[in-house]
C-alpha cells in the first residue's frame, strides 16, 4: 500500500517543521509548501492524499486555497489550522467539506485524530 502524501501549507516555517516531524512520526509522507501558491504550482499537488494548511495566509488563504480546488472537483480533504479562530470562519470551513478545524497551538493528538478520520486508524504503514 503507497503511503499517503499530506502537504502542509503554512507560511511559518516553525510551524512546518512542528508538523512535518509529528505527521512524519506517525508514518505519513509530506511535502511542505511556504504558500498556497508554491502548493498549487507544486508536480506533487495531484498526488496529494490531504493537505493540512493555515487559514490566513498571504496571497490566497487557506479558504480561498479550498475554493479553487473545490472548483476543480477536487475530493483532496483539508484540516484546517489557525492563530486566529473565528467561529464563522470554521463554520464556512467545515460546511465546504473541510476534514478539520483547530486553532494554534493545537494538540497533536488532535491533528492525528482528524487525519486517521480522513484514512483510518491503520492508513500508515
Same mark, same amino acid.
Given at each position: 500500500m503507497n503511503t499517503p502524501l499530506?502537504? &502542509?501549507? *503554512? =507560511? =511559518?516555517? @516553525?510551524?512546518? &517543521?512542528?508538523?512535518? @516531524?509529528? $505527521?512524519? @512520526?506517525?508514518?505519513? *509522507?509530506? %511535502?511542505?509548501?511556504?504558500?498556497?501558491? =508554491?502548493?498549487?504550482? @507544486?508536480?506533487?499537488?495531484?498526488?496529494?492524499?490531504?493537505?493540512?494548511?493555515? $487559514? %490566513?495566509?498571504?496571497?490566497?488563504?487557506?479558504? =480561498?486555497?479550498?475554493k479553487i480546488l473545490s472548483a476543480e472537483n477536487s475530493a483532496t480533504p483539508i484540516i484546517f489550522i489557525?492563530?486566529?479562530?473565528?467561529? *464563522?470562519?470554521r463554520q464556512l470551513a467545515m460546511q465546504a467539506g473541510a476534514a478539520g478545524f483547530l486553532s494554534k497551538p493545537f494538540d497533536g493528538e488532535t491533528l492525528i485524530h482528524c487525519l486517521e478520520r480522513v484514512f483510518g486508524p491503520a492508513a500508515p504503514s
Open positions: 499530506i502537504a &502542509i501549507v *503554512d =507560511d =511559518d516555517e @516553525s510551524v512546518r &517543521i512542528g508538523t512535518t @516531524s509529528l $505527521v512524519r @512520526s506517525y508514518g505519513y *509522507d509530506v %511535502q511542505t509548501y511556504a504558500s498556497a501558491e =508554491d502548493f498549487l504550482r @507544486s508536480q506533487e499537488r495531484h498526488n496529494t492524499a490531504c493537505i493540512i494548511s493555515d $487559514v %490566513q495566509m498571504p496571497g490566497i488563504g487557506g479558504l =480561498d486555497l479550498q489557525t492563530a486566529f479562530p473565528d467561529a *464563522d470562519i
